[in-house]
């Protein structure tokens, strides 16, 4: 059993920045991707960024592109999202997430392990 642990959420003013990060701990695993997905009340959880076991290739949505950045450390099994220039659409429960592959998927039910989640709220 992986066993993923997020932290850096909290609450932020239109225009400033959070970072998110995600330790992984228990069953390893030869490679991995790792990505974060989003969920805002209402709606359906959705594909934020993910980056390759070996960190040299990133993938970001649409919105979120120019603004976020995903890097990972594999000596810490450790993701980050750092987060700049937030929108008030930003806000959400963000998620972290491990993929036993290698390559990079966008597909929530790719995604075997999921961390507990941790809010982010954006105010106008």
């Known amino acids: 059993q992986v066993q993923l642990v997020e932290s850096g959420g909290g609450l932020v003013q239109a225009g400033g920045s959070l970072r998110l990060s995600c330790a992984a701990s228990?069953?390893?695993?030869?490679?991995?991707?790792m990505g974060w997905f989003r969920q805002a009340p209402g709606k359906e959880r959705e594909f934020v960024s993910a980056?390759?076991?070996?960190?040299?290739?990133?993938y970001y949505a649409d919105s979120v592109k120019g603004r976020f950045t995903i890097s990972r450390d594999n000596g810490k099994n450790t993701v980050y999202l750092q987060m700049n220039s937030l929108k008030p659409e930003d806000t959400a429960v963000y998620y972290c997430?491990?993929?036993?592959?290698?390559?990079?998927?966008?597909?929530?039910?790719?995604?075997?392990?999921w961390g507990q989640g941790t809010q982010v709220t954006v105010s106008s």
């Open positions: 228990g069953r390893t695993f030869s490679s991995y991707a």
């Open positions: 980056v390759s076991w070996s960190g040299g290739s990133t």
């Open positions: 997430a491990v993929a036993p592959a290698v390559v990079i998927t966008t597909l929530t039910y790719e995604y075997d392990y």
